[in-house]
């Protein structure tokens, strides 16, 4: 049975060289050694991944929450701000910490035993869950050895910085089953998941996704942001690509083998259950068996598109599902065809599945979503604005002669998205954590209320500055602390932001009962005060406006 010490040390060597190629050694000749089950639990713990891709466990465990169990297993929690400056990254400053404990224990984890506590600790709930989870670590962190309560740590928060990367990974499954890196990308393209892969190479679990035959799913294929749809003539060139409404609700994928259908999310998880609708509508198809990819939105009684945050609904609940489907009715948008009747398409260029795509869903009376093959500018520019005018999100551009690259964000397809922003107030910053533990850097951006003066928070975000636009964000912020508790600064309210987001959604938390959607920092207004900044009115109005509209917030 491979230690978890093992593990951590293999880790922990890593980090200290800048080879490539001992890397991949290391790693290979590592997970060679051990048993096929082990070597697919480290394969994923190794690039910072608890769980395999498309397995629905979450820990839910911040990193403050393991700050707060390590320090208290020592007695520290008053040393937090020394400790966290002095380290480097955040398992740093865990393996600090349990220097501390005086009696370092003997190594006595397994990789399989972490696997299965976390696994344990992921499935709790009800009663009390939140300090039963952390009980459950409390056990783990306290017969860990230091350096094992460092990775332990990392994978916790999922961030290994040992300069392991997916795609060094991959070369170092390729080295421990001495098959040729071709290969093995392509496998794992199909199969998405690490662990699996590694699994399959060591002969443990079948290939799936290859044979049709056996449904599984694929990794979807992703997409590059650009700016404009003039981009897209650019780098494709006219009458090479072609433009989709960017339907903003769940990526799903479907597959019909025989008498059975199933649906797969974007991360791969099953999601059958929650769309029987759907499993009914591909019972249309007769003799086709496709595998579909497309998005699902929800829709009011009259077919116009609603808000993700009320398609969300149909997910989370299972047990009641026949009540959800009369109540939040669904519509199905197909963009892509990449099986048929057995064979993969990836392979063939978008043209052609496009053009099998629409035989296939007229065959169904399945809908497909809006597209245009653009001559002109013009042309693509109208296309845009009608879609951005009827709710949608923006517009993909697709190259005619794009491949079907699953999990691939590659230059076929392109994301082109309507932006909104708001110029909103810093009101508090809470400390970072890891890279980030000198700085500020996730704010609390407030807008202003309907009496004067008055703040309402309306959101959180932690995207947009450079480091250097942390470190001095941070110095500006500290000279306007008014008081701080559990790592969060309350500021006066002076720094306004323009923050780009996408949509406003409902959201009991927040004081404005609305809150912003991926909210990022564009620009710092440091032209505008506090009392220019935009209203909670304003935002109102926005989200009443807003063409695919969520329930009203009120
Ligand atoms: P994003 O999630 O912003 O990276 O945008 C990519 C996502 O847009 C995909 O994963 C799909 O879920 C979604 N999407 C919406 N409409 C389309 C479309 N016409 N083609 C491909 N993806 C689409």
Known sequence: ??????????????????????????????????????????????????????????????????????????????????????????????????????????????????????????????????????????????????????????????????????????????????????????????????????????????????????????????????????????????????????????????????????????????????????????????????????????????GRPLAFQELMRRFRRIREIARLRSEQPVRLLLFDLIGLDGDLLIDRPYRERIERLGEVARAGDLETVDRLLPTSLADAEQFFKSAVASGYEGVMAKSLDSLYQPGGRGRGWLKIKHVRTLDLVIVAADWGYGRRHEWLSNYHLAARGDRPGELLEVGKTFKGLTDEQFAEMTRRLEGLKTSEALGTVRVKPEVVVEVAYNDIQRSPQYEGRMALRFARILRIRDDKSAEEADTIETMRREFESQPIRPRSPR
């Open 1 to 302: 049975m491979a230690s978890f010490n093992d593990l951590a040390e293999v880790a922990q060597s890593i980090s200290q060289t800048q080879s490539r190629l001992q890397i991949v050694q290391a790693v290979g000749n590592f997970l060679a050694r051990l048993d096929p089950a082990q070597a697919e639990i480290a394969a994923r713990f190794l690039i910072g991944r608890p769980f395999a891709q498309g397995d629905e466990s979450r820990l839910n465990v911040s990193g403050r929450a393991i700050w707060k169990i390590t320090s208290e297993m020592v007695a520290a929690q008053d040393r937090g701000e020394d400790l966290f400056a002095a380290a480097v990254d955040f398992g740093e400053v865990v393996e600090t910490l349990m220097r501390l404990r005086g009696v370092e224990p003997e190594p006595t984890l397994t990789i399989s035993g972490v696997g299965a506590a976390l696994s344990k600790i992921a499935s709790i709930e009800g009663r009390a869950s939140r300090q039963r989870k952390l009980n459950g670590l409390h056990d783990l962190f306290e017969r860990a050895s230091n350096l094992e309560a460092k990775y332990l740590a990392k994978i916790l928060i999922g961030e290994m910085r040992h300069g392991m990367s997916e795609g060094l990974m991959l070369e170092a499954v390729a080295a421990m089953a001495q098959r040729p890196i071709g290969e093995v990308r392509r496998s794992f393209m199909l199969e998405g998941d690490l662990g699996r892969l590694v699994a399959i190479l060591r002969g443990v679990a079948p290939a799936g996704a290859g044979s049709v035959g056996s449904i599984k799913p694929l990794r979807p294929m992703l997409a590059q942001p650009a700016a404009e749809v003039a981009d897209a003539f650019a780098i494709f060139g006219a009458g090479n690509f072609a433009l989709e409404h960017k339907v903003d609700g769940a990526r799903v994928q479907i597959h019909r083998v025989g008498n059975q259908v199933r649906i797969f999310s974007r991360r791969m998880n099953e999601i059958t259950p929650s769309l029987p609708e759907v499993v009914e509508w591909m019972e249309r198809l007769g003799e086709h068996y496709p595998i579909f990819d497309g998005e699902i939105i929800a829709v009011d009684g009259s």
